[in-house]
């Protein structure tokens, strides 16, 4: 099966105690993004790479329209909020079907992936009401993420505007460019939609573990070579947050072809320490998310007989 859109399981160990989920970027593909073209060995499916580590795990990945180039299909028109949204819908659904609700999460997000994932965790905390709280359970399960190559800075516009045309050139070269596509804006020219993403997650963050991965290698964009995402960008500095070089291209440095692979012992190693340091947290963070949904629905009951009683109803 080749997956284009949606979740899809590509491990699944016995009993498992935590979902990993995959993310893609622009242009990505929920498969390709990391498999190595030499090989053809995806690291995130193949049993001797991260499965023999995290055989306790399912790995999922999630695949969305990201297009920037009329290649294999019409260019996306969706805005990363309702990539966002469907991610979360998506999860919620596979793990209501698992009966694994409040099972522990981790993202490895690539690119465009990472500020996908950080508008769903957005998202998903918002998500309080009666009626929509099974959406809130993406942001109390998640625990940690590891962005590898996202542009976080996006307040600067000319630099935004830089980073969005090298990623276009190095992920659709000499191809024709949708410049109506709003994802290629949201990088290109949105500084403020990437802003506004970035206001909404910083007071999030401190529930995370956080590793950032930069890409150590230029890429060719024809007749130059250029880092897509800059270190300052991929990796800011900021406290109780891990942060690495990886020594590759930004299109490669999600690609692990064996576990000798230089980086792939770095990531695994993050990804196996979050695993384990998971369950802990993330059962103590839904027995206070619990206790805070239900007296979020007693006050509403106690309102809505408040209100019954008014004379003024």
Known sequence: MDPSAGLYELYRGENPCVDLVAVHGLNGHPLKTWTTEKSNKCWLQDEGLLPQYVKNSRILTFGYNAAVAAILGKTSSDRILQNA????????????????????????????????????????????????????????????????????????????????????????????????SQLADALREGSEVLQNITD?????????????????????????????????????????????????????????????????????????????????VVTQRWTQATKMLNTKRRNEAAELVDDQDSPFV
Request: charged share 20%; proline share 4%.
């Open 85 to 180: 949204q469907t991610l979360v819908a998506e999860l919620v659904a596979d793990r209501e079907l698992e009966g694994a609700s409040q099972r522990p999460i981790i993202f490895v997000c690539h690119s465009l992936g990472g500020i996908v994932v950080k508008r769903a965790l957005a998202y998903s905390a918002s998500r309080t009401s009666e009626l929509v709280q099974h959406l809130h359970s993406i942001f109390v399960s998640t625990y940690g993420i590891l962005f590898m190559g996202t542009p976080h800075n996006g307040s600067n516009k000319a630099v935004l505007a830089s980073i969005g045309s090298r990623m276009i050139n190095a992920l659709a070269p000499s191809k024709v460019v949708d410049t109506e």
């Open 200 to 280: 909404m997650f910083v007071p999030l963050m401190k529930n995370f573990r956080i590793y950032f991965f930069w890409e150590q290698e230029k890429t060719s964009l024809g007749t130059t070579l250029s880092y897509i995402v800059e270190e300052n960008s991929a990796a800011p500095i900021l406290d109780n947050t891990e942060r690495a070089g990886l020594p590759y291209g930004h299109r490669d440095m999600v690609k692990f072809e064996h576990q000798n692979s230089p980086g792939f012992r770095l990531v695994v190693a993050a990804i196996i320490r979050y695993s384990r340091d998971a369950s802990g």
